[in-house]
């Protein structure tokens, strides 16, 4: 691999900063999770965004949350047919070797990959219809979410699509076996949630209301 | 969604405290990420794991990193057959929408993907073979890497085979014709690491030597 | 003190979170508890394990519960030789100095401690029959319990020896002056608890069938 | 055991509604815990006082703290005689069985154990030099923190003497030979800290400066 290079220097300082600081003063720690393994309580399945950090908003700590961030937080329906599923091996690895308790689907407000798929499904990019569009194709699994959605402003549209992207992935991991006999096992529970990246806003899914309500 | 349960009591208070700390003391930039939308410097390609948080080693703030994290922080060939590949639309995202000036690829000791493909490829995992198995098909990317395992004990070609997940994405992701062209251009730069959780180490792949060294 | 360490950061924050909101809100309650000192309703006696918290099983608010946590939640008989006993100190301190009306001893699934005794008692942990293994001298405490036992299989004998905990504690109380005569006098009285964790069971102990029944 | 009585009423009412709620939301997560054991980051020594949770302080969740309370937090010398210490047994089993990366001394404000200790060691509680009082001898522990206290009031001197029980276990610890090798090996540290109950104030204990500092 010819085209790699090395790290840029403020990252490096930073991580001999890091190693300085909280690595040293907690080495019992790291050296514990190293030897004893991961026992994640939760799976979180969140956005790439770089403006969403569930282990900021829930003061987690490293060990606690197994996560798997794609565009738009998106859970495909369950397709064993031998291709590459990295959503799904994901979910497969929490849920049947991690044995994980939650798994949390955490969308958020301003979801740029939401916004695409706005953009295509009503027909105003056509370049995300493409075949050779990976976002484009990714975004497809949102598609029924948008069929869902009701009359109103394209803002008000693209942020009822925002939640619907927490409610199809949390249809779709229902789709997977393991996750289902899990579910009604009651080893295993799934939540939605919501973040309003400006406001700090948290809203989970109710499902008595069928609404996303403030926490 | 009738299967969504309300969230964990703990993490709604600590939620609450994150709100009233690290929120309200941050609130201006946190509007400002709303309103301007993201600008991260770098996309991290990392792994689920629970023990490996890169916003942590490089103490990176809200809006930094662009984080796509699946198992074993691994990127398949460029393959535009008009099916879903969550993490080629995150590359593609980040590098032709967000422009991003560096991919960084993570990989970690102990990683549970890796050695699940080790032992796939040495034929003692049968279960991983099946078609249906979504982590067995997913780490079927890691096969070239194992192809050029050299000989050694089994934990030592497991430790291999952990910087090879990073030098067969490194490698993947130049097959994705907008990556070249970035990086031909001078636009864009990739990065290997891996780090050592126990020991808190962190090695980058230097090309010239062929080899992980610790930064 | 040389070798102390400053506390991790994620509990720094989560402290700042607490601080900000539950303590803030309930701030007159805790000056009062500060100007009024604890008048705790019960003493409760539970393990020290991870898995089992009596404020959480019984929604217990700040100044509720006085509460000793040790291995196995055990209670040595009254040996009033000038020694040390830390559990002894805590009975006497609850019922002579606090005057609870409760002391509660809360017993558990799948305790660590209970097990050790079972397989130290079937002979088959030799290093915790040494004069230097703390927890086997401890656990020496259980050792009638052990020998009570019922025919069973392992598993049945180690579930009930975690019975035997409670009840081997409740009898070793009563051999307390002070709380022989503050249960005559009807102004103390002991209860039994055994909390299934995986089932979220909770059995009180019925003395007028000697079982644990779930309440 | 014919001295047991029966659950108070509402306490057997909480434990229904803890249940129907918190249980029931997280049953995932407690037959996690009861199926995969404990894996706690820390253990805590904090006193039994009922004003003082340390799960509500730090957001803890079921399974993340090992917890020993005892009158004073306070840990005795490493004595390994044969008789019965029941704190030294909770220490030895979250070293050497669990593995924790931290010990965390949590004393507080107006300790009525240290506060005990005080008038003893000034002469004005001749009842707690008793050989029978259990209370007195369990303070012994901390006459060596009584002898190093400045010049002050009474109060001054008192709130000096809580510190010192901090700093008198954190030494203790420092005498069993397994709390020594982990420290020495990288993988525990110790910590100590100060909770004021009715300011909500934390302070921890900071070597370079030999003094208590909020955090």
């Known amino acids: 691999m010819q085209h790699a290079r090395p790290l840029p220097g403020y990252l490096v300082k930073r991580y001999h900063g890091w190693k300085a600081t909280t690595y040293s003063?907690?080495?019992?720690w790291y050296r514990h999770l190293a030897a004893q393994g991961q026992h994640p309580r939760a799976m979180v399945i969140s956005c790439c965004?770089?403006?969403?950090?569930?282990t900021s908003i829930f003061g987690a700590d490293?060990?606690?949350?197994?996560?798997h961030r794609n565009i738009a937080n998106l859970v495909p329906p369950y397709e064993p047919d031998g291709n590459q599923h990295g959503t799904s091996a994901a979910v497969e690895y929490a849920v049947t070797a991690l044995k994980v308790a939650h798994v949390i689907v955490l969308g958020h407000s301003g979801c740029g990959g939401v916004q695409g798929c706005y953009e295509m499904c009503e027909g105003r990019a056509p370049q995300l219809e493409e075949k050779s569009s990976f976002v484009g194709r990714w975004?497809?699994?949102l598609r029924p979410g948008f069929e869902r959605l009701g009359p109103g402003t394209d803002a008000e549209r693209?942020?009822?699509?925002?939640?619907?992207a927490v409610l199809v992935s949390l249809a779709n991991l229902m789709s997977f076996p393991f996750v289902k006999d899990a579910v009604e096992a009651g080893t295993l529970s799934l939540?939605?949630?919501?973040?309003?990246?400006?406001a700090g806003g948290l809203e989970a899914y109710d499902?008595?209301?069928?609404?996303?309500?403030?926490?």
């Not at 499902?207 to 926490?215: I, L, M, N």
């Open 25 to 28: 003063e907690n080495e019992g």
């Open 49 to 54: 965004d770089s403006r969403v950090h569930v």
């Open 139 to 141: 975004m497809d699994i």
């Open 191 to 198: 939540h939605g949630l919501w973040n309003d990246i400006g």
């Open 62 to 67: 490293t060990g606690e949350f197994f996560i």
């Open 207 to 215: 499902p008595a209301t069928d609404s996303f309500r403030q926490v």
């Open 158 to 164: 693209r942020g009822a699509l925002e939640k619907q």
